[in-house]
């Protein structure tokens, strides 16, 4: 199957010659800078370059990314404000999202919908019904999972095992195919929700290593943010970018600086993200390790390239068995050499030039920086190599050819 623009801009889709519409449903705060975000929106633009008219329906809150077609619901009347991850409000959320939805689908009359996470996927399994199209549900990980990660659900409690036979229904019954964020999560849907292999279609993540790209920032640029962080100019850097929790591994990385400061190194941590940044920064305050970890709070994602190009090592403590890791890609296609638990995740797409330790070892993490420290020519070599791997395995070019290819199956 060939797929081309029409000098009109359409896409032709099998024999479709007019332009293919599909409904994202977002049940978050689009766009925010950290994780599935990223996917989406990189999904979106790869697609809408490709000639697929998107709409996103998503909360209220969030940026407005120019070029994409983004209709948001009302807000809530008693809570306008929130933080990312599990939230009791994210109920309400969810209903004003139904409607939303509902509303959006009888006007914009898609031939997909593409529901991220298992909300969007509940809510787009009920709207695939009622306009009898194909539902695509992008799974980033296990809900439950994701869940008792953010210490919002207790695995031994009484709601668990409802709430597990809810996301077994979601993954088996609702969609026509299912896009992962990794080959572990694929496996995941297998073995333990028993979904049928034809349904499941492997994505991770990609990588945008255009504007990734360590050769765009001058020494000079550098040097300059280096400065306004208050970051000496001397010291090696290593840097972490995404979320601010206890299961994203940052109370480990504070852990790490001090063991490294106690041993004579002279290295700065640079932690990017947010939210918890007054928590972290008073655990830094008390493990003595505050002149050696800067906080920057969020860092848009337009302005990541640049911040990550400060560091010398990049880490990923993320300790989750089931969701994505996306900042991975962003720290190769910056040619930085990583040190990472040792996940399935991390590895699928570190593959064997990550440096790794044993998932919550401290010690070992730590030994992992140290060792990196002084070896520069390592240091380079696998970054290096890093960048190579995610031009050449995890392109937003191919990742796109293959949701196109889904949904022309689907609708065909």
């Known amino acids: 199957m060939t797929v081309g623009k029409t000098e009109a801009g359409a896409q032709i889709v099998g024999k479709r010659k007019r332009p293919l519409r599909v409904l994202m449903i977002a049940p978050t705060s689009f766009f925010s800078d950290y994780g599935g975000h990223i996917r989406i929106l990189e ?10 008219q998107i709409a996103i329906v998503t909360y209220y809150k969030g940026s407005d990314m120019p070029g994409l077609d983004i209709r948001r619901t009302a807000p809530l009347p008693w809570h306008t404000d929130y933080e990312v991850g599990s939230s009791r409000h994210k109920i309400a959320f969810d209903v004003y999202l139904s409607v939303q939805s509902l509303l959006e ?33 992008d799974f980033q990980g296990s809900l439950t999972a994701e869940m008792v990660d953010h210490r919002f659900l207790n695995p031994n409690g009484r709601i668990y095992p409802w709430l597990y036979r809810l996301e077994h229904f979601i993954c088996r019954r609702l969609p026509h195919a299912i896009l992962t964020s990794s080959l572990r999560a694929a496996d995941l849907l297998k073995n333990e929700f028993h979904v049928p292999p034809e349904r499941i279609h492997p994505l991770p993540d990609c990588a945008d290593t255009v504007r990734f790209d360590p050769t765009r920032f001058s020494a000079a640029d550098k040097e300059a943010l280096k400065q306004r962080l208050g970051i000496p100019l001397h010291r090696p850097v290593v840097a972490y970018l995404g979320l601010l929790t206890d299961y994203q591994g940052v109370p480990h990385l504070i852990q790490a600086a001090a063991r490294l400061k106690a041993a004579g190194e002279d290295v700065h941590f640079l932690v990017m993200g947010y939210p918890n940044v007054v928590y972290y920064q008073q655990m830094a305050r008390e493990y003595q390790v505050a002149d050696r970890v800067t906080f920057t709070g969020k860092v848009e994602y337009r302005d990541a390239p640049l911040y990550l190009s400060l560091g010398d090592i990049a880490v990923a403590p993320k300790m989750s068995a089931t969701e994505g890791s996306g900042k991975l890609l962003n720290y190769m296609a910056m040619a930085q050499p990583v040190v ?8 699928e797409y570190l593959a064997d030039l990550g440096i790794y330790a044993p998932v919550g070892n401290v010690e070992q993490f730590t030994h992992a920086i140290r060792q990196l420290l002084h070896d520069p020519e390592k240091r380079t070599c696998l970054g290096k190599k890093l960048r190579q791997r995610a031009i050449q395995v995890y392109s937003w070019e191919k990742a796109g050819q293959a949701i196109i290819n889904l949904y022309d199956n689907l609708t065909s």
Request: hydrophobic share 45%; aromatic share 6%.
């Open 43 to 52: 999904e979106t633009r790869t697609l809408q370059n490709m000639g697929v």
């Open 105 to 137: 689908s009888l006007r914009f009359r898609p031939h997909i919908i593409h529901g991220h996470m298992h909300e969007g996927a509940l809510i787009g399994g009920v709207l695939s019904r009622l306009l009898r199209v194909p539902l695509v549900f």
């Open 340 to 347: 990472a638990y040792e996940t399935a995740v991390h590895r």
